[in-house]
């Protein structure tokens, strides 16, 4: 099972490119959860306390009530929910369309193994900081 959730969590990118130590720190952290089809996995407006990753199944995105996106096996999200510490709310749901499986990590999981395997901090700052880029460059208007 570690071995799965090593290669599973070690495609994503937030965790891709970390030395086998700190992937297998990772992926003993993380806990395996299933959804039916159906499931809300997350839900538009709740507190963001996790981070998953699809090991099996598919998802829809949605928000505002307008499908967004599917999720599928090797995707990813809540990355913010791991530094946030349920401070901030859901920008979407995201609902299983099929029976899903997925690995799962809180921020009182995460922010341990951040102070124990610096490289992982280090990984997330650099992701967080492009993705906060990309919004910005979103945000501003072409000339």
């Given amino acids: 099972m570690a071995d799965e959730r090593i290669e599973i969590l070690g495609r994503v990118p937030l965790f891709d490119g970390l030395p086998e130590r700190e992937l297998a720190a990772v992926a003993n952290a993380a806990k395996e959860r299933r959804y039916d089809t159906g499931d809300v996995i997350v839900g538009e407006g709740e507190g963001g306390i996790g981070f998953f990753v699809i090991a099996e199944g598919t998802a829809?995105?949605?928000?505002?009530?307008?499908?967004?996106?599917?999720?599928g096996p090797g995707?990813?999200?809540?990355?913010?929910?791991l530094l946030d510490e349920g401070g901030g709310r859901r920008t979407a749901s995201v609902i299983a369309e099929s029976p899903v499986r997925a690995f799962g990590l809180t921020s009182w999981q995460f922010t341990p193994l951040l102070e124990q395997h610096p490289q992982i901090a280090v990984k997330v700052a650099k992701i967080l900081a492009r993705r906060l880029r990309e919004a910005e460059e979103r945000a501003t208007p072409a000339s």
């Fill in 75 to 81: 995707a990813s999200f809540g990355e913010v929910a």
């Fill in 60 to 71: 829809r995105v949605e928000a505002h009530g307008e499908r967004r996106g599917t999720l």
